[in-house]
């Protein structure tokens, strides 16, 4: 065979220029070959790793990296492909430099490893693995996403013992569509440093991120535990408690606070523009036998305010619940013709009582309209 380094035989090239994916790792004369090269060369060509070290230098080829410990007398592909660094273009990991946290994890995730699988191979092969403590021995491939300081696609990537907040756990699990303690707990085991320690009723806590007065309650009342301490925890855990924290409560609370009224999630949400929603209000009073301004009184006390343009009927009548049922106006928004006649339409009500009614419950309606007396057969 000949001894250059531009050798065109075709077995040479099989160890100087190795497809990689898409990609093709490429040695070139005069520069230094990782030893990432070297193995996955002999994993594709057959040869073993001396036998590609010895061909590469009979070429020419005078630096090639290569560790301290005996060549293995054959690697696999995948195994080879460990020592490839999580870079657009293709390119190896440096034997003389510790393996970042970034090329472990896509590594393991390239290969269904183990971040603590993938340590020992890579360490096997002579590489540097920094952390002191046990990884985790289960695979997951969205370790990779979890170190990223921007999950979604951008940002720099945590390292070894870095730090990170709260928020970066809740926007991760966002991203990902997990429970954030899921998140905390495995950044905790790749040995990322967060404010907090979890603990197991983390993931309880946090099944609602948005932490709705209603979730705090349940939370409660499961653990046992007073809702300041569930409210507490959600804000240390990077969260921010909607309403205000009752010193005590009872069940009734969690009804009002429920929107199916069931006492279970979907929970109200708070509303800071235009307060809680009259028709809950109204529906509220109906489910737990009281006044509508008793509910009233109760949920403001727990922080869901009502807008002070609302009017509270004295009675829960159903007729008003459904008529607010047509209405998408809040009471920041004035109520014109168009609306009024799609209640109308909806409820079977003339458009003069739709805009009585309406106007009795709070509501601004223009002054000029005269809306006709005629009830129309309402839509099913």
């Not at 002999?42 to 080829?61: E, I, K, M, N």
């Not at 191979?121 to 979890?146: K, N, Q, W, Y």
């Not at 240390?236 to 408690?241: A, D, F, S, V, Y």
Request: charged share 25%; hydrophobic share 40%; glycine share 8%.
């Amino acid at each position: 065979m000949p001894n250059s380094p531009e050798s065109q035989d075709p077995d040479d090239l099989r160890i100087t220029r190795v497809p990689v994916g898409r990609d093709v790792s490429w040695v070139r004369p005069g520069q230094p070959v990782p030893f990432g090269h070297v193995l996955y060369a002999a994993a594709t060509s057959g040869h073993s790793p001396a036998a590609v070290v010895a061909r590469l230098t009979a070429l020419g080829y005078a630096d090639i990296e290569l560790p301290d410990a005996p060549l293995p007398a054959t690697v696999d592909p995948g195994d080879a492909l460990l020592l490839k660094a999580d870079t657009y273009n293709v390119s190896w990991l440096d034997l003389g430099k510790p393996v970042p946290l970034r090329d472990l994890l896509a590594a393991a995730g390239r290969q269904g490893l183990s971040p603590a699988e993938a340590a020992r191979r890579l360490t096997a092969f002579g590489c540097t693995v920094p952390p002191a403590h046990p990884l985790p021995e289960s695979p997951d491939t969205r370790d990779i996403v979890m170190i990223r300081t921007d999950p979604r696609g951008s940002g720099e990537w945590l390292g070894w013992g870095d730090g990170t907040t709260a928020r970066h756990v809740l926007k991760t699990a966002a991203t990902l569509r997990c429970n954030p303690h899921t998140v905390a707990t495995r950044l905790t085991a790749l040995g990322i440093r967060l404010p907090y320690v979890p603990e197991p009723e983390d993931e309880r806590i946090l099944q609602h991120p948005g932490a709705p007065l209603g979730h705090v309650l349940a939370v409660a009342r499961e653990t046992g535990r007073r809702p300041a301490d569930i409210a507490a925890r959600l804000t240390e855990l990077g969260c921010h408690p909607q309403g205000t924290v009752p010193d005590t409560w009872d069940e009734d609370d969690l009804r009002i606070l429920s929107q199916e009224l069931d006492g279970r999630r979907p929970w109200l949400e708070r509303n800071n523009v235009v307060g809680a929603g009259l028709r809950h209000i109204l529906r509220a009073a109906l489910a737990t036998d009281r006044s509508p301004a008793d509910i009233t009184a109760r949920l403001a006390a727990l922080g869901h305010w009502l807008h002070e343009n609302a009017k509270v009927p004295d009675v829960a009548d159903p007729a008003d619940i459904r008529l607010l049922e047509t209405v998408d106006r809040s009471y920041l928004d004035g109520v014109h013709l168009e609306h009024v006649l799609h209640s109308a339409s909806l409820t079977g009500r003339s458009p003069a009582d739709v805009a009585s009614r309406l106007t009795a419950l709070g509501h601004r309606l223009p002054d000029e309209v005269d809306y006709p007396e005629v009830c129309g057969a309402p839509r099913p």
